[in-house]
């Protein structure tokens, strides 16, 4: 359990319930560590977060580790096929079991003193016991996962709140793109030196784009999404074109509305007739994903958002996948997944370089951006500021969803 003084959560719950709408939070949600403990214990804990994929753990026996603050938790495909999740933390005293980013294993077994588990979680056997061990209460502490179109998510609360909601909007939206047969081409882990919510707050608008991202805006145009109270020159034309190619041909793309500001799923095209987001528009693999046909390369992307941590692209080729982890007040890792067919042959079917260029180059104005932004923020000159609303809208949305989630854990634990 994550203790933080009454005085630094009633102090939160104060500012919260006065803060103007559509404005930047003052200086300690983004520097001090005992807000950070809030905001693992009230958003981070209670929320499903996107953690794997299902294709990294495509055998039985595969796991991968995964820390998010202080906790470590293992993804594990069982032996009856299922993606299980549970705390990397030994029942006999505690010990990290699986130490390093990845396996394969019949059995799960801790290196301290060698207990073991199975895939399941359930324990599997040690040595010296005494005569009334009953090994039915000494399994791994679950974790609760849920899957969907080749994501696995977790929540690391006690009561999880409904997947299926999520689940039963995306798993359309995804289905063309056969996100269980594909593969990890390549992983990029950044740890940016600035607090998670900028590194949201930053993906969540495009007002930055031109100025910094040359390479993504072959691609996409500042205002082409949901979230924008405009579509700019020429977008609304292009928009009004493809959604009714994709009508035609039967392609899931309006916008959902049941996730509230929490998550939501929208197919949308590119501009410049880009195939997909390279710097040039031009194709990322010749083997598409799923069993999309050749004439189906144009579907632009699937962006897909769950609040608290995760962005993505879903294209006709090509997916590229983005896991925000919190780690303190001021770092953050950035996980992002370059994903193709998982029959597709590196340089004969895609050129990793350029596959990746476009994000790799991305995340690295991101990460300047995120982290000069979190140097300001720490100087005593910082007030917060005003999100322009004709283009920050997506982040003033991220910055109500975040303290209306706050307020209610405050609220709950009687702060």
Same mark, same amino acid.
């Given at each position: 359990?994550?203790?933080?003084?009454?005085?630094?959560?009633?102090?939160?719950? &104060?500012?919260? =319930?006065?803060?103007?709408?559509?404005?930047?939070?003052?200086?300690?949600?983004?520097?001090?560590?005992?807000?950070?403990?809030?905001?693992?214990?009230? &958003?981070?804990?209670?929320?499903?977060?996107?953690?794997?994929?299902?294709?990294?753990?495509? =055998? &039985?026996?595969?796991?991968?580790?995964?820390?998010?603050?202080?906790?470590?938790?293992?993804?594990?495909?069982?032996?009856?096929?299922?993606?299980?999740?549970?705390?990397?933390?030994?029942?006999?005293? @505690?010990?990290?079991?699986?130490?390093?980013?990845?396996?394969?294993?019949?059995?799960?077994?801790?290196?301290?003193?060698?207990?073991?588990?199975?895939?399941?979680?359930?324990?599997?056997?040690?040595?010296?016991?005494?005569?009334?061990?009953?090994?039915?209460?000494?399994?791994?502490?679950?974790?609760?996962?849920?899957?969907?179109?080749?994501?696995?998510?977790?929540?690391?609360?006690?009561?999880?709140?409904?997947?299926?909601?999520?689940?039963?909007?995306?798993?359309?939206?995804?289905?063309?793109?056969?996100?269980?047969?594909?593969?990890?081409?390549?992983?990029?882990?950044?740890?940016?030196?600035?607090? /998670?919510?900028?590194?949201?707050?930053?993906?969540?608008?495009?007002?930055?784009?031109?100025?910094?991202?040359?390479?993504?805006?072959?691609?996409?145009?500042?205002?082409?999404?949901?979230?924008?109270?405009?579509?700019?020159?020429?977008?609304?034309?292009?928009?009004?074109?493809?959604?009714?190619?994709?009508?035609?041909?039967?392609?899931?793309?309006?916008?959902?509305?049941?996730?509230?500001?929490? /998550?939501?799923?929208?197919?949308?095209?590119?501009?410049?007739?880009?195939?997909?987001?390279?710097?040039?528009?031009?194709?990322?693999?010749?083997?598409?994903?799923?069993?999309?046909?050749?004439?189906?390369?144009?579907?632009?992307?699937?962006?897909?958002?769950?609040?608290?941590?995760?962005?993505?692209?879903?294209?006709?080729?090509?997916?590229?996948?983005?896991?925000?982890?919190?780690?303190?007040?001021?770092?953050?890792?950035?996980?992002?997944?370059?994903?193709?067919?998982?029959?597709?042959? =590196?340089?004969?079917?895609?050129?990793?370089?350029?596959?990746?260029?476009?994000?790799?180059?991305?995340?690295?104005?991101?990460?300047?951006?995120?982290?000069?932004?979190?140097? @300001?923020?720490?100087?005593?000159?910082?007030?917060?500021?005003?999100?322009?609303?004709?283009?920050?809208? @997506?982040?003033?949305?991220?910055?109500? /969803?975040?303290?209306?989630?706050?307020?209610? @854990?405050?609220?709950?634990?009687?702060?």
């Amino acid at each position: 359990m994550i203790l933080t003084t009454s005085t630094a959560a009633t102090i939160a719950r &104060v500012t919260l =319930e006065e803060h103007p709408d559509g404005w930047s939070l003052p200086q300690p949600f983004y520097v001090d560590e005992e807000y950070f403990a809030l905001d693992m214990a009230h &958003v981070i804990v209670p929320n499903w977060l996107f953690v794997a994929h299902t294709c990294e753990v495509a =055998e &039985v026996g595969d796991w991968i580790r995964v820390d998010i603050g202080s906790d470590s938790i293992i993804i594990v495909r069982g032996k009856d096929g299922e993606i299980r999740s549970f705390f990397n933390s030994c029942r006999h005293r @505690g010990s990290l079991v699986c130490l390093g980013e990845s396996g394969h294993a019949r059995r799960l077994v801790c290196p301290y003193h060698q207990w073991s588990y199975h895939l399941d979680g359930a324990f599997a056997g040690a040595r010296y016991l005494a005569d009334d061990f009953d090994p039915s209460g000494f399994s791994l502490a679950p974790v609760h996962c849920g899957t969907v179109g080749g994501y696995v998510f977790v929540c690391l609360a006690d009561e999880a709140p409904a997947f299926a909601p999520f689940a039963d909007a995306a798993r359309p939206f995804l289905a063309p793109h056969g996100m269980d047969d594909v593969k990890v081409a390549h992983a990029q882990v950044i740890v940016e030196h600035s607090n /998670w919510k900028l590194v949201m707050e930053n993906n969540r608008e495009c007002y930055h784009c031109v100025g910094a991202h040359p390479e993504l805006m072959h691609s996409i145009a500042e205002f082409d999404g949901p979230g924008s109270s405009t579509n700019g020159a020429g977008v609304a034309e292009m928009l009004d074109r493809k959604y009714a190619e994709w009508d035609a041909d039967g392609i899931v793309h309006e916008h959902t509305t049941e996730g509230g500001l929490e /998550w939501r799923v929208v197919r949308i095209p590119f501009t410049n007739d880009s195939a997909a987001m390279t710097v040039d528009g031009s194709p990322a693999s010749a083997r598409l994903l799923g069993a999309l046909r050749e004439d189906q390369r144009e579907l632009g992307s699937v962006r897909l958002l769950h609040l608290p941590n995760t962005w993505n692209h879903v294209q006709s080729d090509h997916v590229v996948s983005f896991s925000v982890l919190p780690i303190s007040a001021t770092e953050t890792k950035l996980v992002t997944r370059w994903l193709v067919h998982r029959d597709a042959v =590196e340089g004969i079917d895609y050129d990793l370089a350029h596959l990746t260029q476009v994000w790799e180059a991305t995340n690295e104005q991101d990460r300047t951006l995120a982290e000069n932004n979190q140097r @300001g923020i720490a100087t005593r000159g910082y007030r917060p500021g005003p999100y322009v609303p004709v283009i920050e809208n @997506g982040t003033a949305e991220f910055t109500a /969803w975040y303290r209306d989630m706050l307020l209610d @854990g405050l609220r709950r634990a009687g702060s």
